[in-house]
């Protein structure tokens, strides 16, 4: 059973950063490819970035040259590194395990003055 366990949200000013982690469990080196969402109220979920089993990574536009995904595969660890943060970027983060499709608790990022 894959269990996805967020951390690292909180509330930032604009411009700032934050990295996010996900430590996952459950899960095989060859079924690791994650994926980070985001869902600000009212509006739906949204894919903000991906990193496959073969490290290849892609972005959402509005977060391409801003935010980094990455993974410690020993420790089934991946995070989600968060610059140049604007208020827009106000949302619950998730973490997804793309092949079960398992997903964690969420972590509040908030960006304001």
């Known amino acids: 059973q894959v269990q996805l366990v967020e951390s690292g949200g909180g509330l930032v000013q604009p411009g700032g950063s934050l990295r996010l982690s996900c430590a996952a469990s459950g899960i095989i080196s060859s079924s690791n490819a994650m994926g980070w969402y985001r869902q600000a109220p009212g509006k739906q979920r949204e894919l903000v970035a991906r990193i496959l089993t073969g490290g290849s990574t892609n972005y959402a536009d509005s977060v391409k040259g801003r935010f980094t995904i990455s993974r410690d595969i020993p420790k089934n660890t991946v995070y989600l590194q968060m610059n140049s943060l604007k208020p827009e970027d106000t949302a619950v983060y998730y973490c997804?395990?793309?092949?079960?499709?398992?997903w964690g608790q969420g972590t509040q990022v908030t960006v304001s003055s």
């Open positions: 997804n395990h793309l092949l079960s499709g398992a």
